[in-house]
């Protein structure tokens, strides 16, 4: 079955460096997501893409924070200059267009673990 | 707020019994989505409810939908160890389309 698959698994960075977190998407899904969770809490809502564009966002996803397709295939979140508190794991999601009337589900990778010293 | 809230916060059952979590959310929804997280892996789907729809069934899942309550729970019949996990509901709202998140309950099978 296609799943979505997410690089690095674990990423360790000074605060105040840049991170690239990266995704490959199902292929032919049309709806890309990013989401965090720190350490045993819920599952947050960063931003939503979809015809190249920037759908959703939310408060989390500030001017640190952007998003890219820089292909047919990857899509990728970088973090300008990290906080302490950017530390989490973040799941990217891909979901396939929708027919009328019918709901299709999320997919989501493992994560990527990042760690900011 | 608009988040989900999944009750308990954890559980712990014997291997073999059903096991019961519930959800409670505040805004108006298309449908909801439970998905099942293992320890430090991603997020699996497990099941889809419209808000016309009551009840749904998949394999030992059973998922109920009350829009009138705001509520739906998740069955799981007949659990086994591997059914040790924490389960997430997730309303989808219909002004737009994005998924609510709780905390998740945190199961533990019992062998």
């Known amino acids: 079955e296609p799943e979505v698959t997410q690089t690095p698994s674990h990423q360790v960075t000074q605060m105040g460096q840049e991170v690239i977190l990266r995704c490959v998407p199902i292929?032919?899904?049309?709806?890309f997501y990013w989401y965090r969770q720190i350490l045993g809490q819920k599952v947050e809502f960063l931003v939503s893409?979809?015809?190249?564009?920037?759908?959703?966002k939310s408060e989390i996803f500030d001017d640190q924070f952007s998003v890219e397709r820089p292909d047919g295939s990857n899509f990728t979140l970088k973090i300008r200059s990290t906080k302490l508190e950017d530390s989490a794991m973040y799941f990217c999601?891909?979901?396939?267009?929708?027919?009328?009337?019918?709901?299709?589900?999320?997919?989501f990778g493992d994560g990527t673990r990042l760690s900011i010293l | 707020s608009q988040q989900g809230e999944e009750d308990p916060q954890a559980l712990s059952i014997q291997e073999g019994e059903n096991a019961t979590m519930n959800c409670s959310y505040k805004?108006?929804?298309?449908?909801l989505q439970w998905y099942r997280q293992n320890s430090g892996r991603g997020l699996v789907h497990l099941i889809l409810?419209?808000?016309n729809e009551r009840e749904k069934h998949s394999g030992r899942l059973r998922v109920t939908l009350d829009t009138s309550k705001k509520s739906s729970s998740l069955l799981i019949t007949a659990s086994r160890a591997a059914d040790t996990a924490s389960y997430f509901c997730?309303?989808?709202?219909?002004?737009?389309?994005?998924?609510?998140w709780g905390a998740g309950t945190k199961l533990i099978i019992k062998p």
């Open positions: 997730a309303p989808q709202t219909d002004s737009n389309y994005q998924l609510i």
């Open positions: 805004t108006s929804i298309n449908n």
């Open positions: 409810i419209r808000s």
């Open positions: 292929s032919n899904h049309l709806y």
């Open positions: 893409f979809y015809n190249n564009e920037i759908s959703e």
């Open positions: 999601a891909s979901k396939a267009g929708t027919g009328t009337g019918y709901v299709q589900p999320q997919h």
